[in-house]
């Protein structure tokens, strides 16, 4: 086992849009950057986030404010945000996407130069700007062009599966180079976490295979970070169904947004039934659970899903607004511009994760974290087009206080023996398949803990978790590959588990953890259920949470829910 040994002031791990906004914030500081991606560089998650990156910019909707865009933010969070981090979101999103569009983002704009900005699911406002459906992407386009600018130090197929922690905190990181087959540590004066949330441990899901594993939660927990809201997992309403391989695939809420219809196979409008004043643009657990309803109710289409139809509005505008799922359905053999879609919900985003504070600093002294990985800005449910505006907010702070915190520390010399002899322990032939182990687990997850949960279901899938965390336990990998395999179901089995723990403990209905054996949200249950690791097991409390500021406050009582006038 071949080790190489590299050295930075600022290691980044993750290298989408937070990634990528990190790493340039603390170069621009004058630090010597590297930053890690587990993918080829800029085949990010990022890239999968179609719909649009939120900001009251208030070119189309004049009324609209930092402070009603945190409302909405802690309403349809269901009051589990941290509102401190949500005020910093919405204050700094503004800045953050005019930056993008400065940097040369081809954000969709009018005939006057302003971006053009659409409604998205439970927001007051239209405050969604997009480049047709393909944002997410745009955006990695102008990051990476601008971390290469700055000739920031990239390492793709990088797969990290330890933190170093030295006598003053985090000081490195143990990784895999799954393109040379070596062993890569890293030692740094700063780390920056960034390595996306746990999406993927449901067999249906937005997210691609080798993504959202829950990587950088493990890492978090296995250094004794804090952890928060672990219960609180995010299904889209819209994912596609058929052909089978096709199934979870994103159907961006764009849709929904430029004016798309839900109906059942009966050709009913079911949303009127579950939010008649909101109807499609309701929050995104309301429209999943109504989706779910019909399907168990006997509604559901041939393939178990709900029709969703945008063929109403011209083809050209669909065409134009909609590129990508025009072209994801034509695939298929399916005309969006003429059909409806087939669609069911999808597991898509994590709003759980590692604890920050303001300046994206975790628990332990030396590790900062941004993006899906963290926990705090979005509650018990994310708002659509708040989680690529969260990117660029944090990421840049986690750069920029990486960078403050590196300034004045000695060069990192990571001690990496216990790392090395753990990755050596895996190495051999073994009689189980990890990934076998972790499809099953992936398949209990959606069985037990997904849209909706109950106690019995909930403890029965904790109790089968265990059993394939104990045939795992002993499992050996002859290979470099093999070693990765055993890793990515060692994260997605630990983080099954802090799900199920958490939602076992959670006993009421918030946002998108809905229980049927407490149907209705507990005001008493307005506080976080936080977890970190003690003695080497898995230590649940509780937190409360602060108030909003004034403004917000303000915010809050004025506006209500989110009601939507017809699109122009």
């Not at 900001?55 to 865009?69: F, G, M, Q, S, Y």
């Not at 197929?157 to 170093?164: A, C, Y």
């Not at 099953?440 to 037990?448: G, N, P």
């Not at 259920?529 to 403004?551: I, K, N, T």
């Amino acid at each position: 086992m071949e080790v190489v040994r590299q050295t930075c002031d600022v290691l980044v791990i993750g290298a989408g849009a937070a990634g990528l906004r990190a790493a340039i914030a603390a170069s621009d500081l004058g630090q010597d950057v590297l930053l890690l991606g587990k993918s080829k560089h800029g085949d990010a998650h990022t890239n999968l986030a179609t719909g649009g990156v939120n900001a009251a910019l208030a070119t189309v909707d004049k009324d609209d404010t930092w402070a009603v865009h945190a409302a909405d933010t802690l309403r349809e969070g269901e009051h589990l945000a941290d509102p401190r981090l949500v005020e910093i979101l919405c204050q700094q999103a503004p800045a953050a996407i005019t930056e993008l569009a400065d940097w040369g983002a081809r954000f969709a704009k009018g005939q006057d130069g302003r971006l053009i900005q659409r409604f998205f699911g439970a927001h007051t406002f239209r405050r969604t700007c997009f480049y047709g459906d393909e944002t997410g992407m745009e955006m990695m386009r102008v990051l990476v062009g601008q971390a290469a600018k700055r000739n920031i130090r990239t390492l793709e197929s990088v797969f990290i599966f330890k933190l170093l922690a030295g006598r003053d905190g985090i000081d490195g990181a143990a990784g895999l180079d799954l393109a040379s087959g070596k062993v890569l540590v890293v030692g740094a004066r700063a780390v920056v976490l960034a390595a996306g949330g746990y999406s993927r441990i449901y067999s249906i899901s937005s997210s691609r295979a080798f993504e959202n594993l829950g990587d950088g939660v493990a890492l978090a927990f296995d250094a004794g970070c804090t952890l928060a809201d672990l219960e609180m997992v995010q299904f889209h309403p819209t994912g596609m169904v058929w052909p089978k391989a096709m199934e979870g695939i994103l159907v961006t809420e764009a849709v929904r947004g430029e004016g798309g219809i839900l109906t059942n196979r009966k050709g009913e409008r079911f949303m009127q039934r579950y939010d008649p004043e909101r109807m499609e643009l309701s929050a995104r657990d309301v429209v999943a659970r109504a989706i779910y309803h019909e399907i168990i109710d006997g509604n559901g289409t041939e393939h178990n899903g709900a029709w969703l139809d945008i063929s109403f509005q011209p083809a050209a505008y669909i065409q134009e607004r909609l590129p990508k799922m025009v072209q994801q359905f034509q695939d298929v053999g399916v005309d969006i511009t003429q059909q409806k879609m087939e669609i069911a919900p999808t597991g898509h985003y994590s709003m759980g994760g590692v604890v920050i504070d303001a300046n994206c600093k975790t628990s332990v002294a030396g590790l900062f974290a941004a993006g899906e990985v963290t926990a705090g800005v979005h509650g018990a449910n994310r708002l659509g087009g708040n989680s690529l505006a969260e990117t660029v907010v944090f990421g840049k702070i986690a750069g920029q206080q990486a960078a403050k915190h590196a300034n004045g520390r000695p060069e990192a010399k990571p001690e990496a023996v216990t790392a090395l002899a753990e990755l050596r322990d895996l190495d051999g032939a073994g009689q189980e398949r990890p990934a076998g182990l972790q499809e099953q687990a992936q398949q209990l997850m959606w069985r037990h803990a997904g849209i909706v949960r109950d106690r019995a279901g909930l403890e029965k899938g904790l109790e089968q978790l265990l059993r394939l965390k104990a045939r795992l336990n002993g499992a050996k990998a002859p290979s470099m590959q093999g070693v990765a395999e055993l890793l990515d179901a060692r994260n997605v089995l630990l983080c099954s588990e802090l799900v199920l723990r958490a939602a076992l403990q959670r006993e009421e209905s918030r946002g998108a953890h809905y229980h049927q054996d407490f149907p209705e949200q507990k005001d008493g249950w307005r506080k976080r259920l936080v977890c970190s690791r003690q003695d080497g097991r898995m230590a649940f409390g509780q937190a409360s949470l602060p108030e909003p500021g004034p403004e917000v406050r303000d915010a809050l009582t004025a506006t209500g829910k989110a009601r939507h006038k017809p699109l122009e």
